[in-house]
Structures are given as structure tokens and as C-alpha cells.
């Protein structure tokens, strides 16, 4: 959780993806999805859908992202990465999934040869079991080190859907914020956009991916220091949206107007 632009999306992708990538016995890789308010559990969980090849009107179950996460074709453990999970109605869009979340198996009302069940796995699982669930097409398995990951903007906290205590208490809630822009004697920090910086910063970070940034954090970077502090007096954003001011300001500055190009991006990327 946390103000727009921190970078709560890339850290959740990078998590996820770096855990696939150091424990393969254990993630077979991440699933990345942006909730949406039309969401229903048709779209996450599944639902019956009519049969691509044949004739007539027969129905059959089609598994959606979440189920997906568990078995394609075979057994898989894909975590889940959901974006902007609050813009969904949680009640409405998770469904069984509530009950997934604290370790319960749960049969859904759909069949196919058999009845779909997703399967919670522990350290009880007998060798009988799992050969069941290798063998059946109709049960989707949840190992312990499964995991969904989300991200909440919480500055459009109050304009979208409340989460509800059920949901929130089975989530870690991780805060990432905005740093410190003052020094301890109110000074505000240049630092962090100083491209000559001998310490790591944004604006080293920034500048090694492009020149046209590089030259313009060159010009302006004590100004939008200044900038990023006075906004977020009013109002917290992220490194991210001050990467995009300089963006803007890159593209567009041929013609030395830096100045008016900066108030330009502040109106068109704050305001």
C-alpha cells in the first residue's frame, strides 16, 4: 500500500519473479492481473462457458486466472500478482477464494467429470491424495508456498471499494512511502536528484537509462527537488511521477524552455 507512483507494482512483479527464479522446486513462475469494479467470480475463478468445437448448446467449465494458477494442463504453482486490488468488489470477485486464502479446501458449484474443487495442501497430505489430485483434471491444488500479492493506491482509497476485515486479516499490509524529503534541520534533501551524487539515488538510477533525463536532471534537479517537497506537503507522489516530469520535460525541451516545460509537466502530471 501506499501514494501513487513508489513503485509498489514493480516491487510486487520483482518479488515474485525473483522467488521463481531462486526457488524453482517451489514457484513454477508469477501471474499479473489488474483488478477491475466489473470483476465477478466468472472472471477470476471461472464459470461455464459453451464448447468451442461441437454442435448443440453444451455448456462446459472454463478456469480463469485464479484457477489457472494451480493447473494448466498440468500442476503448476504460479503466484498471483493483482494490481489495484481495491478497485474491485472483493465480495463479488473473490468468492471461494475467501476461504482458499486461510487454508480450506472448497468445492465450487461447477462439474466436469467431477466436481471442481481447489485443494489446500499441508504437511498431512497423504501420497494417496496427491496421486488423486495428479490424476484428476477437476482438482486444482494450493500448495503452501503459493501466494498472492497486491498492490492498494491508498491515495484513491476513499473513490473505490472498502476492504473488508475478513479479507484484510488474511494479508501482510506493507506500507511503501515516500522518503524523507527534509533533512533532521529542514533542509530540503537535493540529494536524492543530484545526478553527481557519490551515493545511489533516483537520479542516478534515472540517468543511467537515458541521456536526455541525464541532461535535464543536470538543469532542473534542485528546482523539482523543491517541487516534489512543496507537492507533497499537499499531497504524497512517488519518485516515479517525478520521473515522468523529467520525461516530459526531456522529450520537449528543444528550444531551452525549461522553465515553462517544467510548469507544463507539473500541470499535465500533478495537477
Same mark, same amino acid.
Request: with cysteine; net charge negative; glycine share 4%.
Given at each position: ?111 466436469? $467429470?467431477?466436481?471442481?474443487? =481447489?485443494?489446500?495442501? &499441508? !504437511? *498431512?497430505?497423504?501420497?494417496?491424495? #496427491? ?112 520521473? $515522468?516530469?523529467?520525461?516530459? =520535460?526531456?522529450?520537449? &525541451? !528543444? *528550444?531551452?524552455?525549461?522553465?515553462? #516545460? ?10
Amino acid at each position: 500500500t501506499g501514494p501513487p507512483g513508489t513503485g509498489k507494482t514493480k516491487l510486487a512483479k520483482e518479488i515474485a519473479n525473483q522467488c521463481a527464479v531462486q526457488y524453482p522446486e517451489h514457484v513454477d513462475d508469477y501471474r499479473f492481473t489488474t483488478a477491475t469494479s466489473a470483476w465477478t467470480t466468472f472472471d477470476t475463478i471461472g464459470g461455464y462457458v459453451p464448447r468451442q468445437q461441437g454442435e448443440g448448446d453444451e455448456l462446459v467449465f472454463q478456469p480463469r486466472i485464479f484457477l489457472n494458477c494451480f493447473r494448466e494442463d498440468e500442476i503448476r504453482n504460479d503466484w498471483l500478482v493483482i494490481d489495484e486490488i481495491n478497485r474491485s468488489d472483493i465480495d463479488k470477485a473473490f468468492g471461494q477464494l475467501f476461504s482458499v486464502l486461510s487454508g480450506d479446501t472448497v468445492e465450487l458449484p461447477y462439474e466436469r $467429470d467431477e466436481p471442481v474443487e =481447489i485443494v489446500s495442501l &499441508d !504437511t *498431512d497430505t497423504t501420497d494417496r491424495q #496427491l496421486k488423486e489430485i495428479i490424476e484428476s483434471d477437476d482438482l486444482f491444488p494450493v500448495t503452501p508456498s503459493w501466494r498472492l500479492l497486491a498492490t492498494m493506491n491508498t491515495y484513491d482509497k476513499a473513490s473505490l471499494y472498502e476492504l473488508s476485515y475478513a479479507f484484510m486479516r488474511r494479508f501482510n499490509f506493507i506500507h511503501v512511502g515516500v522518503p524523507d524529503l527534509q533533512n533532521a534541520d529542514g533542509e530540503i534533501r537535493t540529494s536524492l536528484l543530484d545526478p553527481n551524487s557519490d551515493n545511489d539515488n533516483y537520479a542516478i538510477k534515472w540517468a543511467s537509462e537515458s541521456e536526455e533525463i541525464e541532461s535535464t536532471l543536470q538543469d532542473t534537479y534542485e528546482e523539482l527537488a523543491v517541487v516534489w517537497e512543496r507537492i507533497n506537503e499537499a499531497r504524497s507522489i512517488g519518485p516515479s511521477i517525478v520521473q $515522468d516530469i523529467l520525461a516530459y =520535460i526531456a522529450a520537449n &525541451d !528543444t *528550444d531551452d524552455r525549461t522553465e515553462a #516545460l517544467l510548469t507544463d509537466a507539473i500541470i499535465a502530471l500533478v495537477y
